[in-house]
């Protein structure tokens, strides 16, 4: 074997892409940056960020119910989705409809089972815990509330790359989305 010519083509390791090729592996990363300038309007108020941060862990729980991490792809315009009609109709706090909604949820992937999977169990622990910390927001000073809410997303955001690196529940691309999404928002909140 000719060692010139397996030295001469081999790639260095340790070289990355550069331009398109690099933003065409980083599509989630361009989307999220995009829709957190264009997505999340600027005047959202505070209240309207906790609803949205309530709905990131019932993202999470409906796709670990279904078993099926790209249908998070469906499940994340479809829950805003619902979540923009309910809010427009006014007829019932959203708030309620995402604690029922949530409830139903867990109320499905226990018919189907999924009790005894921990990475179930982990979903809906993290959607008390989202939720919770979403009510918390929705009781206090709308000051302090921006803070808190600000929290809530930067977490959202740590658990998108926990999911991510462990390649669990959702899409490892929809997680990298939701992950700068969510640090985007969170430091919006901040600096504004």
């Known amino acids: 074997m000719d060692t010139t010519t397996a030295v001469s083509t081999a790639r260095p390791a340790s ?5 398109p090729a690099f933003l065409a592996q980083r599509w ?3 989307a999220a940056l995009a829709f957190a300038l264009i ?5 959202a108020s505070v209240e309207i960020l906790t609803e949205m941060m309530m709905l990131l862990p019932f993202l999470y729980l409906v796709t670990a119910v279904l078993d099926r991490p790209r ?5 994340f ?10 809010r427009a109709l006014d007829v019932v706090p959203s708030t ?26 982990v979903q809906a622990a993290g959607m008390i815990a989202f939720g919770a910390l979403g009510l918390v927001a929705l009781a206090v000073d709308p000051d302090v509330a921006r ?4 929290a809530g997303w930067f977490l959202h955001g740590v658990w998108d790359l926990v999911h991510h690196r462990l390649r669990v529940t959702v899409d490892r691309s929809f997680a990298e989305f939701c992950a700068v999404l969510d640090i985007a928002v ?3 909140l901040v600096l504004v």
């Open 71 to 75: 249908a998070v792809w469906a499940v």
């Open 15 to 19: 070289r990355r892409s550069a331009g």
């Open 77 to 86: 315009p479809a829950s805003y989705t619902a979540w923009f009609v309910v």
């Open 96 to 121: 309620v409809l995402i604690g029922a909604a949530a409830a139903v949820v867990v109320v499905v992937g226990a018919v189907r089972g999924r009790l005894r999977d921990r990475r179930f169990l």
């Open 28 to 30: 989630p990363t361009v």
């Open 147 to 150: 803070y808190i809410v600000a």
């Open 39 to 43: 997505g999340t309007p600027a005047e």
């Open 186 to 188: 969170a430091v919006a």
